[in-house]
């Protein structure tokens, strides 16, 4: 019911920025959560960050925290994520996630199987 459709990914240097998009169809996301994990290869998917729906609290994992931002446009129905100083263990393809009506306990679980719905993904590589 709810399409995720993922773009801004890329190839970049080490240190430098990317802005991921993730746009939403099919209804409004202001009734989820949002959150993006990433998998990189021969690796399990990871999760990286996420927004209420509530009152907007984000969370991040540790790896991210301070590096990348995470928020939401309800109104243009589209979540973003917001890259920087990135380093090549940032290699990945990036997901888009809707979780309904998640709670905040839930979302700082960190927890994939919260969500409900999922992008097809986009590719970043970071070069060193």
């Known amino acids: 019911q709810v399409l995720l459709v993922e773009s801004g990914g890329g190839l970049v240097q080490a240190g430098g920025s990317l802005r991921l998009s993730c746009a939403a169809s099919?209804?409004?996301?202001?009734?989820?959560?949002m959150g993006w994990f990433r998998q990189g290869l021969g690796k399990e998917r990871e999760f990286v960050s996420a927004?209420?729906?509530?009152?907007?609290?984000?969370y991040y994992a540790d790896s991210v925290r301070g590096r990348f931002t995470i928020s939401r446009d309800n109104a243009k129905n589209t979540v973003y994520l917001q890259l920087s100083s990135l380093n090549p263990e940032d290699t990945a393809v990036y997901y888009c996630?809707?979780?309904?009506?998640?709670?905040?306990?839930?979302?700082?679980?960190?927890?994939?199987?919260?969500?409900?719905?999922w992008g097809q993904g986009t590719q970043v590589t970071v070069s060193s």
């Open positions: 099919g209804r409004t996301i202001r009734t989820y959560a």
């Open positions: 996630a809707a979780a309904f009506m998640a709670t905040n306990r839930a979302l700082s679980r960190m927890s994939q199987t919260l969500y409900n719905y």
């Open positions: 927004i209420s729906w509530t009152d907007d609290s984000t």
